[in-house]
């Protein structure tokens, strides 16, 4: 809701009159225009305009969005898929079936025994919003590193002993680890061959990750909850990771993301968009047109395509097969909104979790 007030109370307004084709004007207005820079809410409010010029601008050229960035470098999208259980053998029971499914890169999360919930596993429970029902605070998760270590230590030796070892497998830490600890972590893990270990640790201060690099050959990922190429010019500029996770809808959209990719080509980093559950079909069809395009594009993250609700409000016709995307070939995004449809679905509060060691100090979730 503070998007939706920061585009109709002050983006909305300057907008009126300007030619929609001067995409980069519009994006300098609304972000070095402005005296308060960057931050999530405004970043995000950039993003929908710049999203929103790009599909303008394909309809008026009769062109996909990624013939205007430069065309194609690849036929197809490699994306990764979501294995999530309550034991290691449930996590790779799931993993087996998405291999069966097509898919030949697999993130493992897999529930920490003695804690009551872990990051990325919900049980029965089918998302972070059912689990706040109709009285939604942030729901509380708790952390232990020593009993985090040993579950996804053998979570990842059992995964290769099962599942070969030609299928990529990933792992998400979600910030919870310190610098030392994430630096152990991906020495650890270093026999079972991570595509990439991702959010090990929060990097803040982006001098972090040096330690961590410094320690292991694990391949790192961040930067899913990054907002500008500042939050990353380090992390990117020093080679202290492998793949930036920017996301379009957060990072300031298809104009920006364009630039990180540029700035992450020079030094051997790849992209690797992130594509959580919150993320919608028009930020995904962003995602799509720049993987399609970026040179150094790395692995698509991927949640399936949206529940019945999300399908009865976006239009949008990219196809998957054997864990590939295909791209939509319609001019813009390739994707339409019902707004009819959306006013149907009044928004509802809820929250992501919040994270606590065991003995109560507030922790990274
Ligand atoms: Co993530």
New binding site residues.
Partial sequence: MAVVAYIQEHVAPCLIGRNPQDIEDIWQYLYRGAYWRKGPVTMAAIAAIDMALWDIKGKIAGLPVYQLLGGRSRKAVRLYAHANGTTVPETLEKAQGLMDQGFSAIRLQSAVPGLPVTYGVLGDKKDYYDLQGNRPLPPEESWSTPKYFQMVIELFKTAREKLGPNVDLLH?V?NRLTPIEAARLGKMLEPYNLLFL??ACMAENQETYKLIRDHTTTPLAIG?TYNTIWDCKDLIQNQWIDYI?TAATHAGGITAMRRITDFAAMFQVRTAP?G?PDLSPACFAAHMHLNTWAPNFGIQ?FVGLGNAEMRSVFNYDIKIEDGMAYVSDSPGLGVDFDEDAAAQLPYKRSYLPVSRLEDGTMWNW
């Fill in positions: 998400d979600h991702e959010d899913e996770r992130h959580a993250e």
